[in-house]
């Protein structure tokens, strides 16, 4: 008995004669981690733009909780419950980290009282937890720009935890990380997704940590989704082993 | 810190004497309070890292609906003519608001540089309606129900205008604290995550748009109903420069560097046009770019410093 | 309306046009190659049209002839470039380019400020006028409709000049092409040795030069004053913003969409003569907010 929490259809999209999507068609159960690998340049962040409307698909349809979603600019489709952590840390530069969680959880509950303190909000409790659970407890005064790259990072997918999505998108949750903190990273994160039972989707090019903590794997190679399924088959498949583990390695 | 308050509240208490300490400085600091409440205004959007050109429009705006009102309603109230005024001014906010807030940076200063040249030249070519150059007559508004006579009157109004200094002064300050304050302020550092928050950051810029436009309409208003008389000159982009100016003077985003400014840059100018009237654009173009380039946290800036300095050699010692 | 009011407003709106153009390119190409908006170029056509006033005024006194006003439009532009364009760029502009674009714009506007100081200093509050070139070229009679040979045309001549002579300068001339390539990637053309610093330089000298050339182009068609700099900082911001910020072919175009719109206004309703560029932009920007010409930018993430 699963459950489709999101799914793309048959999505179509170029960059000047780079094709990035050449028909990919899939699914997302509920509940679910599921991992996407491939080369460098092979359409996985594009996919992750298409699915929260950052930019729009030539051809086909994304559908979350069986809504169709695609024509939907970004900020409506985060509200229908799609969360995103970004390759490249999106956190509000001039403001301290538990900040950035607060004003995810003053956007998240549309906090309009023009004399309240952003400070004083009834969610700081939670944030502070939220923080301490992704183990920035400490840095929560900081301004994000005086955090570690990998801080940033766990601050960035905070900021989107705090939004209590149903699924969170990440990209390279744990590229700028030092390898010996992946795991470390890694299991703060599946901790964190089950006990908020968030669905989650990471582009990783780390196998270790895909064959550790993905439910699902899906290949992507040259736009195309080249095949899906559970870590074991998939991580021992020829073809993934030539094009995409090799190159990884 | 007890420092920090205590100049400040010396401040306010010192132009509240002012009437009858020096009353010959009376009218020129009313005008730089209304002056320093609508640059309030242009704060407010330097927050968000946005420069307006055209904020003189809503100035203008909130004063020619003022004697617009006076006009077709003699004897009318203070309180109704600046609450219309204002008004006038919000809604132009929201209307030309709806449209700015779609562009950011150099669209956004030059289009309500545009809105404003727009306004501008409606005031100077149908003078059927606008009085042309030469502007309109704002009579004095009735207080109360009671037509008062030029003293008292201006007296109310100076009162008036102090404490509008403060409550909008404190009401902003804690807008920007609270957290649609907040989100407002984050155009300025990341659009994309604000998106990914599930927030429209053209709503909450027009937010802050709409708040900057009614303290403009605020000053606009106050300096016409004290001057007796609304010209076109209200809307022109020099006015508009000016608020830019004061802004960045007294420290850009500070709402006590907007007072701070206003009430300098307007007793440097009643005393400097004397000598310097032919080059004053000149002389605070020069300024501008000495405080841009060597003090770009404006006079609030060096105030913050110097008292650090201080309490920081209280501490050693 | 009937056929001589079509013709003038036609005529007014192509030599209007050909006037704008010539101010507005040298904007566009500015943020084009720099990214920054040059509020003060309003200035620097200012200073062109009273230089060029002033200059061509010395000479007719001195006896020479007329046609002597030319050459001295040439020689403003070039001064207006070298004299105001050189040391902004070189004393002010260069230490902002990493400056965030709020900053950039001020300090633009400040020069803009001092500039309009300076030129009530230098030349009064008086109106100057100087049509000896206009009249040195005579009139020409179009479908029985009388227009100076001067607007009609020499100003469209050499606005298209200006046009295919810069995009032949950018995309076929070695320096043209260091421009470009600077644009494209300024840190990838230092690599490779070219040397921005002397890139912007030139193309704000460039530029500069050109809303003086404007300036001096204006001059005999117009009576000249305080306040004209700023007028067309935003009339030429809104051809270049209808167009797409640093599309020079397109503002051409844009700027003959303004120039007739405008000139048709005048005689259908010339209250809002001054209102139909404005109008123009915004109905544009409003479907089209990037501009006519400009492609949407987004960002990568």
């Not at chain 1, 538990?98 to 995810?104: A, W």
């Not at chain 2, 009318?76 to 940076?105: E, K």
């Not at chain 3, 030349?123 to 070229?137: E, N, R």
């Not at chain 3, 004209?228 to 935003?234: C, K, L, P, R, S």
Request: charged share 15%.
């Amino acid at each position: 008995m699963s459950e489709i929490l999101l799914e793309a259809r048959n999505l179509q999209i170029s960059f000047g004669g780079v094709v990035a999507a050449d028909d990919v068609s899939l699914a997302i159960e509920r509940g679910k981690n599921l991992a996407i690998i491939g080369p460098n340049g092979a359409g996985k962040t594009t996919f992750l733009n298409i699915c929260t409307g950052w930019i729009k698909p030539t051809r086909g349809k994304v559908y979350f909780e069986g809504q169709d979603v695609t024509p939907l600019p970004p900020r409506r489709i985060v509200r229908l419950g799609v969360a995103r952590a970004f390759q490249i840390p999106q956190l509000f530069t001039e403001h301290t980290a538990l900040e950035n969680l607060l004003i995810s959880a003053a956007a998240r509950e549309q906090l309009r009282h023009p004399l309240q303190n952003l400070h004083r909000i009834r969610e700081r409790a939670e944030m502070l937890h939220l923080l301490d659970m992704v183990g920035c407890a400490d840095v929560a005064d900081r301004l994000v720009v005086e955090l570690s790259e990998g801080q940033r990072k766990l601050v960035d997918i905070a900021v989107a935890l705090a939004l209590r999505p149903k699924l969170l998108l990440m990209d390279e949750p744990t590229s700028g990380v030092a390898s010996s903190e992946k795991f470390k990273i890694m299991e703060i994160l599946v901790k964190a997704l089950s006990e908020a039972k968030v669905t989650s989707v990471f582009v990783e090019h780390d196998m270790g940590i895909v064959s550790r903590y993905a439910d699902e794997v899906a290949v992507w190679a040259a736009g195309r989704l080249q095949m899906q399924g559970s870590p074991e088959e998939i991580l021992r498949h020829p073809d993934v082993i030539r094009d995409v583990i090799g190159e990884a390695v | 810190m007890t420092f920090r308050l205590a100049i400040p509240a010396l401040l306010v208490l010192a132009v509240a004497a002012i009437p009858f300490a020096a009353p010959q400085l009376q009218l020129l600091m009313n005008l730089a309070l209304a002056k320093g409440i609508a640059v309030v205004g242009v704060t407010v959007l330097l927050r968000a890292g946005q420069v307006s050109f055209g904020h003189a429009l809503y100035f203008a705006i909130a004063a020619y609906a003022a004697a617009f009102l006076s006009a077709s309603m003699p004897g009318a109230d203070l309180v109704l003519v600046l609450v219309v005024a204002v008004a006038g001014a919000v809604l132009s906010g929201i209307i030309v608001g709806l449209f700015v807030v779609r562009y950011r940076g150099i669209f956004f200063g030059m289009l309500n540089l545009a809105f404003s040249m727009i306004f501008w030249s409606i005031l100077e070519k149908f003078y059927h309606y606008t009085g042309g150059a030469d502007g309109i007559r704002l009579p004095r508004p009735t207080v109360f129900g009671m037509a008062l006579e030029r003293g008292p009157f201006e007296l109310i109004m100076f009162y008036l205008s102090v404490a509008l200094v403060l409550l909008l002064g404190w009401f902003t300050m804690r807008w920007f604290a609270s957290p649609a304050g907040q989100i407002f302020q984050t155009i300025k550092t990341n659009e994309t995550r604000l998106q990914y928050l599930g927030v429209s950051p053209q709503r909450a810029l027009l937010s802050g748009y709409i708040l900057s436009a009614a303290l403009c309409g605020t000053g606009g208003v106050i300096m016409g109903i004290v001057q007796g008389v609304v010209t076109p000159e209200f809307a022109w982009w020099i006015r508009s420069g000016e608020m830019v100016f004061i802004a960045v003077l007294g420290g850009a985003g500070s709402v006590a560097g907007a007072f701070v400014g206003a009430v300098i840059y307007e007793t440097i100018r009643t005393y400097a046009s004397a000598f310097a009237g032919d080059v004053w654009q000149m002389v605070l173009g020069g300024f501008l770019l000495v405080i841009i380039l060597f003090a770009p946290k404006g006079v609030i800036g060096i105030y913050d410093a110097a008292l650090a300095r201080l309490t920081g050699k209280g501490r050693s010692e | 309306m009937n056929l001589t009011i079509f013709l003038l407003a036609l005529f007014d709106g192509i030599a209007y046009a050909a006037l704008v153009f010539s101010v507005a390119v040298g904007l566009t190409l500015i943020f084009g190659v720099m990214r920054i908006l040059n509020v003060a170029h309003g200035s620097l056509y200012a200073v062109g049209a009273y230089l060029t006033a002033t200059l061509t005024g010395y000479v007719l006194a001195l006896g020479f002839a007329p046609l002597l006003a030319f050459p001295l439009m040439i020689v403003s532009a070039v001064l207006v470039g070298v004299l105001l364009g050189g040391p902004i760029e070189w004393l002010l502009l260069r230490r902002i380019y990493n400056k965030p674009e709020v900053l950039q714009l001020l300090v633009t506007f400040a020069v803009f400020m001092i500039l309009e100081d300076v030129q009530r200093l230098v030349w009064g509050t008086q109106p100057y006028f100087q049509a000896s070139a206009l009249q040195a070229l005579g009139m020409v009679k179009v479908f029985g409709v009388n227009y100076t040979v001067y607007q009609l045309i020499l100003l469209p001549l050499l606005a298209l000049t200006l046009l295919v002579g810069l995009r032949f300068f950018l995309r076929h001339t070695i320096l043209g092409k260091l421009i470009l390539a600077t644009t494209e990637d300024r840190e990838a053309a230092q690599s490779i040795g070219i040397d921005a610093d002397k890139v912007f330089l030139v193309t704000f000298i460039v530029g500069a030069a050109l809303a003086g050339l404007g300036g001096a182009l204006a001059s005999p068609t117009t009576s000249i004053l305080p306040g004209m700099g700023a007028d067309m900082i935003v009339l030429s911001f809104a051809v270049v913003a209808t167009a797409g910020l640093g599309q020079i072919e397109g503002a051409a175009f844009t700027a003959l969409l303004i120039g007739l719109g405008r000139s048709f206004a005048v005689y259908v309703w010339p209250e809002t003569a001054v209102l139909v560029p404005y109008l123009i932009m915004l109905i544009v920007l409003l479907v089209r907010p990037e501009g006519l010409f400009g492609s949407p930018t987004a960002r990568k993430i």
